[in-house]
């Protein structure tokens, strides 16, 4: 399922969480990291893509917690755009690999919108 994003907006902060093989929080052993961007299945920007780990008022990091953040600045996306971002992480001798995908939406930011999922 892919989120829709409105024109105009230049960042997108999607969350996600690891968890261990008992559905426990917990962060990766090695990642996560971004492994592939692609606008309209064309290869993109990787560096457009990064990942942040979630933080608490402390600031600490929150187990398990992360955002994958978007540049669409960078990106130049236009409507009906549809972004992928290919995130991999490794985690207790498995490599896990998922895609989060965008696409963009031809209504403006302050205008009014919809929300799938």
């Known amino acids: 399922m892919s989120r829709l994003v409105p024109l105009g907006k230049s960042t997108e902060w999607v969350s996600f969480v690891t968890e261990n093989g008992a559905g426990i929080l917990a ?7 971004v492994v592939n961007v692609q606008k309209n299945g064309s290869d993109s920007l ?3 893509v990064t990942i942040e780990q979630q933080e608490d008022d402390g600031p600490a ?4 917690t992360f955002f994958a953040v978007f540049d669409l600045a ?3 996306v236009a409507p009906n ?3 992928s971002a290919t995130i991999s992480f490794q985690m207790d001798g498995y490599i896990k690999t998922f895609p989060i995908d965008l696409t963009i939406g031809e209504f403006a930011v302050n205008e009014p919108k919809v929300r799938v999922g």
């Open 27 to 33: 962060d990766p052993d090695a990642g996560p990291t």
């Open 46 to 48: 990787e560096s457009a």
């Open 81 to 83: 755009d549809t972004i």
């Open 74 to 76: 960078a990106l130049t």
């Open 61 to 64: 990091n929150i187990t398990g």
